[in-house]
């Protein structure tokens, strides 16, 4: 039982910290960027956002890029609200509507997007994202380096009250580790909601599998890689029922689960080298949190029988459970440093344990609908 809680906990901190403080011992990779000006198309994907494409629509038009070189298409997936008829209204401005009547999922709208785009690089961004002026030229300036075939942006997540909320300290510590593997070699994932590809990248899109997640393993199979750009930034809103934040986390892990175990092959590292450990660390090893964490609480259980010190230990962790499940039950406590990480933490990793389930039962999951800011 000791073995089992110390591999457990080691485990652990190795899927969260041990992983990035690896990747300092390794030979930096600096990306070259530079004023750089191909012709570039934006995909928006919406799905019924007639409340907030308009504001979408206006912050595109305020980009710093040639409008000349820049093509704007709107994929509607299915809209039955007004999106379609105020997105129409932009035609003037240069911006295209691509009403796709049936509903079938965020992938396969930016798919079939893809069938018009003209650009040499693909920006691809969710309508609750707001941009910041440079925003567009400063990730496509990362394409000025042939190694490169995808960049993420920068995502900055605010509460209601303007301040950072519990997703917004694990939204840092995600763009603190993708700059991290930027530095010595690949992404493992893009931000969905803000990124970028060679045109080359997205001639292998699935309209059925994560995009901000196969797109770097296509970058990978092309021999380029995908890195982060920290002044590439997107600005979004935390969800406006926290409660929901874990249905979008099961969503989310479901589909990385999908598009992992259809791309095996990346974890060979006598053929993808670094990136293959980065593959299995940053995704199957995050992903077996629950497990370790499951296994280590029964252990501490067990071994709190024999040895006062071990009482102990299961005291600090079942508070820490404990102060999780309060700030659960408090509407208020996200707004409250205690409540937030130990409870965005455990709300994380009980929604991979459901993915998990899930996929486990042979659901995948194909739709998409855009998160309630």
């Known amino acids: 039982m000791r073995l089992v809680f110390v591999l457990s906990m080691l485990l652990v901190f190795h899927a969260y910290f041990g992983y990035p403080l690896t990747l300092r011992?390794?030979?930096?990779?600096?990306?070259?960027?530079?004023?750089?000006?191909?012709?570039?198309?934006?995909?928006?994907?919406?799905?019924?956002?007639?409340?907030?494409?308009?504001?979408?629509?206006?912050?595109?038009?305020?980009?710093?890029?040639?409008?000349?070189?820049?093509?704007?298409l709107v994929a509607s997936d299915g809209s039955n609200d007004r999106t379609n008829d105020i997105a129409r209204s932009y035609a003037r401005h240069g911006i295209v509507l691509l009403?796709?009547?049936?509903?079938?999922?965020?992938?396969?709208?930016?798919?079939?997007?893809?069938?018009?785009?003209?650009?040499?690089?693909?920006?691809?961004?969710?309508?609750?994202?707001?941009?910041?002026?440079?925003?567009?030229?400063?990730?496509?300036?990362?394409?000025?380096?042939?190694?490169?075939?995808?960049?993420?942006?920068?995502d900055k997540v605010l509460g209601r009250d303007g301040k950072p909320c519990g997703e917004g300290f694990y939204v840092r510590y995600e763009m603190w580790l993708r700059d991290l593997e930027s530095q010595v070699n690949s992404l493992v994932g893009l931000s969905g909601s803000f990124f970028a590809a060679r045109a080359a990248v997205c001639r292998d899109f699935s309209g059925e599998m994560q995009s901000d997640f196969r797109t770097v393993l296509n970058s990978m199979r092309l021999g380029m890689r995908g890195v982060s750009d920290p002044d590439a930034i997107g600005y979004y809103q935390d969800i406006a029922d926290s409660r929901r934040e874990f249905d979008r986390k099961i969503r989310t892990v479901l589909r990385g689960l999908t598009v992992f175990f259809h791309n095996p092959e990346f974890l060979n590292p006598f053929r993808y080298g670094l990136f293959a450990y980065q593959y299995f660390c940053h995704k199957l090893l995050r992903w077996l949190v629950p497990l370790f964490l499951v296994s280590a609480l029964v252990a501490n259980a067990l071994l709190s029988v024999q040895s006062p010190g071990y009482s102990l230990l299961l005291l600090f962790h079942l508070g820490f459970y404990?102060?999780?499940l309060a700030g659960w039950c408090a509407k208020s406590a996200h707004t409250h440093t205690l409540f937030r990480i130990p409870l965005?933490?455990?709300?994380?990793?009980?929604?991979?344990?459901?993915?998990?389930?899930?996929?486990m039962r042979g659901r995948r999951m194909v739709m998409w609908a855009p998160s309630e800011r």
């Open 25 to 72: 011992f390794f030979r930096r990779k600096p990306t070259t960027k530079a004023p750089f000006e191909p012709r570039a198309t934006l995909i928006i994907t919406a799905c019924n956002e007639e409340r907030r494409i308009r504001d979408k629509l206006e912050n595109t038009l305020t980009l710093d890029y040639p409008r000349e070189k820049l093509q704007v």
């Open 99 to 154: 009403p796709f009547q049936e509903r079938r999922g965020k992938e396969s709208a930016q798919k079939d997007a893809l069938l018009h785009a003209t650009g040499d690089v693909i920006v691809f961004s969710d309508v609750a994202t707001r941009i910041e002026p440079n925003g567009l030229r400063e990730i496509i300036a990362n394409f000025a380096d042939p190694d490169v075939g995808c960049v993420s942006s920068s």
């Open 322 to 324: 404990g102060i999780a």
């Open 344 to 359: 965005f933490f455990v709300t994380v990793n009980a929604a991979i344990f459901v993915a998990w389930w899930r996929y």
